[in-house]
């Protein structure tokens, strides 16, 4: 079965700062997606980046970036120049074929 | 704009009452919709596969005849909370993707169920 592991349950950074949240799998598929999900109070589920097994290049959304290392399963998140609008809940997840399994979560605080 | 919609967004209501939930996805037509449970500070469980003019697939522990799930027509999940007991209080999300399996999933903005 997948599996998604996020070791830090919460992290801090500084406005304008750089983070980087981790986010390990196990799998033994081939063909998947990986997701990075923002989740800030209200509870709304809200996409931040994705990354599909098979591209090498890794994804990149304005201020957001992975590090997506498919031999040792590690799909990590990289947050540039810090925005308070950034603190929330940050959801790593795979997908194969139907349902998102999701990491634990890391809960992330900017302090001004 | 939203490309799901779920209503209601909070509901509180005496234990023994059924509730109904609904997921609508508003710009494609879904065959498959997921619904998710998640408790406070915790991550998304998810509890069952909606599947468009079939029977739900439920996850491992999850009681069907307490959570009736009705996929009628391509842009419509229901999830029926039968004799609602405070123990289902929680907050539940769904979401779904476009056809053919492809990602993403959109998610709804979730339901907050409180039994008294």
């Known amino acids: 079965a997948q599996t998604v592991t996020q070791s830090q349950p919460e992290m801090s950074v500084q406005e304008a700062e750089t983070v980087t949240l981790s986010c390990t799998y196990d799998?033994?598929?081939?063909?998947?997606?990986l997701f990075w999900y923002k989740q800030p109070p209200s509870r709304q589920m809200i996409l931040v980046i994705r990354?599909?097994?098979?591209?090498?290049q890794n994804a990149t959304e304005n201020r957001f970036s992975v590090n997506f290392q498919k031999a040792a399963k590690s799909f990590s998140l990289k947050i540039s120049d810090s925005q308070l609008g950034d603190a929330a809940m940050y959801f790593c997840?795979?997908?194969?074929?139907?349902?998102?399994?999701f990491g634990k979560g890391t809960k992330l605080s900017v302090k001004p | 704009g939203a490309v799901v919609s779920q209503h209601p967004s909070w509901v509180i209501c005496k234990s023994g009452t059924s509730v109904k939930i609904e997921c609508r996805s508003l710009?494609?037509?879904?065959?498959?919709m997921f619904w998710y449970r998640q408790f406070p500070k915790q991550s998304l469980m998810l509890m069952a596969t909606?599947?468009?003019?079939?029977?739900?697939?439920?996850e491992q522990g999850v009681e069907k005849d307490k959570f009736l799930i009705n996929h009628a027509s391509l842009t419509l999940s229901t999830l029926t909370v039968t004799s609602a007991h405070p123990e289902d209080s929680s907050f539940y999300i769904c979401?779904?993707?476009?056809?053919?399996?492809?990602?993403?999933?959109?998610f709804g903005d979730g339901t907050r169920l409180s039994i008294l």
């Open positions: 979401s779904a993707g476009p056809p053919g399996g492809k990602p993403p999933q959109h």
């Open positions: 799998t033994s598929e081939s063909d998947y997606y």
């Open positions: 990354q599909e097994a098979y591209k090498q």
């Open positions: 997840a795979y997908r194969s074929r139907g349902n998102l399994i």
């Open positions: 710009d494609f037509q879904a065959t498959t």
């Open positions: 909606s599947n468009e003019g079939s029977k739900a697939t439920y």
